[in-house]
Nanobody, 121 residues
Framework: QVQLVESGGGLVQPGGSLRLSCAASGITFSIYDMGWYRQVPGKQRDLVAAITSGGITNYKTSVKGRFTISRDNAKNTVYLQMNSLRPEDTAVYYC???????????????WGKGTLVTVSS
């Protein structure tokens, strides 16, 4: 059974920092591309940051220079370090694991249940 379990969300003041973690089980973590998405009520879920199995990263423009995604394959965990947080970063943050198996054309995509980040004074 595949599980992605997020942790580290909470309430933080503007300008503060949080570190989100996503622990994966039931998959061969090292071969999956991992991502952090966020969603606010009434809006679609948007990609915040992603890291490929090879360690290549990309970020939503509005978080570049403030957020850093990283992964520890030995711990089956992906992280999102969030600095200089703004009220507009308030959302539920979801962890995603994605893998395209080219030889079989099988696509595997998994989601965590999310963790709430609230940026407010």
């Amino acid at each position: 059974q595949v599980q992605l379990v997020e942790s580290g969300g909470g309430l933080v003041q503007p300008g503060g920092s949080l570190r989100l973690s996503c622990a994966a089980s039931g998959i061969t973590f090292s071969i999956y591309d991992m991502g952090w998405y966020r969603q606010v009520p009434g809006k679609q879920r948007d990609l915040v940051a992603a890291i490929t199995s090879g360690g290549i990263t990309n970020y939503k423009t509005s978080v570049k220079g403030r957020f850093t995604i990283s992964r520890d394959n030995a711990k089956n965990t992906v992280y999102l370090q969030m600095n200089s947080l703004r009220p507009e970063d308030t959302a539920v943050y979801y962890c995603n694991a994605h893998k395209d198996f080219a030889t079989t054309k099988l696509v595997m995509n998994y989601w965590g249940k999310g963790t709430l980040v609230t940026v407010s004074s």
